[in-house]
């Protein structure tokens, strides 16, 4: 049967290098080619894991323990579809964005096709070690992307990713050695039993490294300082990539660690911890996003609140009953797909606007609403989800958190998601309300390509049609 | 006190000091050594603990080796990126931000 495993690395592997070597600012074509092939590729494996359960592929032929094994369960499924889904549109937002930013086109091809082989890559491993190397490729490749434009505030941010990207990747290498000290094995497969068989302390001192150093990568309250200047100052396509998936493969990882290969010694004080940073990265992250003055600051911003909700799966899913953890799992998995593609939409929106416009503060797109009323309406929509209004995927997965929360009778994370969502209304409003203000004759406006405006529009119409469809997403991750 | 234990608690010890480098240091320069203290840190601990009854094991060699080619790899993009910062600051550190933390009015 034909397997579309390695594929799924090789394909972005070949085309970044093929753009690399074209020389800079070639390669769009062929790269969107290749994600039309790879959604497909992601769309076959999605099938034989339904039919099958979970698959393996042993990379060269050589099997674990010598050689590398890839894996592809429900949940490693849904973000490849996720990845594969959000990319594409993005490529053709790319190409029409960079024909009037050129100089920030350079290296953008490659490196995208870098970072998303990482990023199939690390969905794919079965084993921690590799992980650490995706890990680090993705963090590699992110850092890029973010100081692809130059210039002291890009660069800057950038080298505040990178020492903080890096500082993550050591705590969870250092987690890795313990592990294998203890135990002999990287696999996850093989580490399962090991691990719930017998956990001496050094095991929970691994746990915390890897999980400490996930967090700091996914940008959760406190660590979130890095996260505003990267995603906010890099131009608007590297931007959506950034907030919408990569800040996701660490969060993907702290979920197989968490539920997964840590299960037998995770507690619930430490679950609680994780909901309270999730509920300070909700309160502090929208109040931030409501204080900001330019357009994309306040999208990023939004992306530290967003991630929070993230973290309120843990509280719920720890220690309860097998029914209320099922539904904030669950939850938990669909904010992940809903908050992905709308805060592309969003980062999206927010470019096109700029480009428009010429202006970066929020102040400056007085009148976008009659000129590029698309652009708009893709962005009012991917705000629906953000506040988690029906009928979105953000409804749908914040309505999962609440049922767990109301089952398992923890009512301060109900307060937590109902301020976060008004919260969340008030910033998205404010980009709105000043959308519709009318504008004097004379400010100058420039006419968008058809290209940029309607992948933003597709994207922002996924995360709403999610909330309709989510149940087909729920049983491709129930497959496994 | 066995040798593995003597390697792990000496990578125990580097890495503690790389993190408190990375964070504390102001200069990039520093950080970045620090950055590569720490690495060697995780390294001596990777082939000191997983001495199997005297014997190496060939197993966290060759992850050793893999990530000494990503830590090359991170210190030459950090140098390639500090190198930039140089000619536009004119210094080696991180420009402070405007007020604390959090951007609150950019």
Redesign the interface.
Known sequence: MFDPMPWLILSPLIWATLAFVHGPGRGGRLAVACLILQLSLAAILAQQVIAGGVRMYAVGGWGA?LGIDLMADGLSTVMLLLTQTIVLPLAFYARAYFVGHANSLRYFWPLTGYLLAAMNALFLSSDV?NI??TL??LG?AA??LV?LV???GP??A???Y??AT??GS?AY??GV??L??VY?S?SLVALKPLIAADAPATVSLAAALMLLGLMLKTALFPFH?WL??AHGGAPAPVSALLSALVIKASFYLILRLWFDLFAPIVSITAAQLLGALGAGAIL?GSF?AL????LK?LVAYSTVAQVGYLFLLFPLATGMSAEVAESAWQGGVLQVVAHGLAKAAMFAAAGAMITATGRDEISGIAGVATRIPLTLFAFALAGVTIMGLPPSGGFAAKWLLLGAALASEQWWWIVVMVVGGLLSAAYVFKVLRQAFLPVEETASFQLLPRMLEWPILLLALASLVLGLVGIEVLSLLGAA | MSSALVYALTGAALFVLGMAGLILQPHLLRKILAFNIMGSGIFLMLVGVAQRAGTPDPVPQAMVLTGIVVAIAATALALALARQLLDMNGEMRLPEEKTGKDRLDV
Do not use: C
Request: aromatic share 12%; no cysteine; net charge positive.
């Open positions: 323990p070690f650490y190397v680090e490729l590699l850092v890029g100081a130059g210039g002291a660069i800057t950038a080298m505040r990178l020492l890096l500082l050591s290498l250092l050695a313990l294998y000290g002999g990287v300082f505003p200047p502090w931030l204080r900001q003055t330019h600051m």
